[in-house]
């Protein structure tokens, strides 16, 4: 038997492509774009380029900060009051100027009916053509359970549009990519407005050089290229599709890494 298994994993590898790419994602014209960031920062380091790339193309685009911010009780009291305002900032690089402050416990996030009421409630008012939000396969734990609900949302709510998981703590199984080459200024000076995060680790340095690593999934040009890469959430894959698998993956691997 387990030599029919394995020879049966052989036949399936031996048909695999020798090397299949996340296929480009051209930022829409004039749309409506929601993005829901777990902490102030999230947005900049997961699709900061690409916000500001449809910015440019005159997209309307609204940012949802789901905590307050106040990183578990290890940041000082005023740290909520602070990143709010870096928040602001930042997104003023990218053209923002539209953003919303939930202002759940930061580390201690637990979905409930009235959270995803908010979310139906946003979704609903707004009606965004694109959607993006953390992965479920995210090391930080606010991510995943962010990401998982508003996924549950999304897949429920009637209105045509598209969604898009970002990474940062995680890589991704990535299916799409998004060439922020010619803005990849603009996400490094706005990554620069969160000075209380930075004071704590150089998610500056770690950001763009995983920009420089998703570049690698572009058409070779001139010189060094820059990416943001992205899974497009299924419609109706709750419970067989790649966000279901990535989230079983995840508790997966916190076993592994426990033992």
């Known amino acids: 038997m387990k030599q029919f298994i394995a020879k049966l994993q ?9 090397c299949p790419l996340p296929t480009p994602l051209i930022p829409i014209q ?39 911010g106040a990183g ?22 990218l053209g923002i100027n539209d953003m919303e402050f939930l202002a759940e416990p930061d580390g201690g996030f637990r979905n409930s009916s009235r959270f995803e009421s908010k979310i139906d409630t946003l979704l609903n008012q707004f009606n965004p053509d694109w959607l993006f939000l953390p992965s479920v396969l995210d090391y930080h734990r606010d991510h995943v359970a962010i990401g998982h609900a508003v996924l549950a949302c999304w897949q429920r709510w009637k209105a045509p549009s598209r969604a898009f998981i ?22 490094k000076q706005a ?7 930075l004071l704590h680790c150089d998610y500056l340095s770690a950001i763009i050089g995983l ?13 060094e290229n820059y990416a943001e890469a992205f899974v497009e959430a299924e419609k109706n894959g709750s419970f ?5 698998r990535m989230l079983k993956l995840r508790i997966y691997l916190e076993g592994l890494l426990k033992s």
């Open 211 to 223: 920009a420089s690593y998703r570049g690698l999934f572009l058409p070779k040009g001139v010189g």
């Open 72 to 93: 578990a009780g290890s940041l000082d009291a005023d740290a909520p009051i602070i990143r709010r305002k870096e928040a602001a900032e930042s997104l003023a690089v």
């Open 10 to 18: 052989q036949t399936k590898i031996a048909q695999l492509e020798l």
């Open 166 to 187: 970002y990474e940062i703590w995680s890589p991704l199984p990535a299916t799409r990519v998004v060439d922020i080459t010619r803005v990849i200024n603009l996400k």
């Open 30 to 68: 004039n749309g409506k774009v929601l993005v829901f960031a777990p902490h102030p920062d999230d947005e900049v380091l997961g699709c900061g380029g690409t916000l500001a790339l449809l910015r440019q193309k005159e997209c309307a685009v609204k940012v949802i900060f789901v905590t307050d």
């Open 191 to 197: 990554i620069s407005c969160y000075a209380l995060p």
């Open 240 to 244: 067989g599709g790649l966000q279901y």
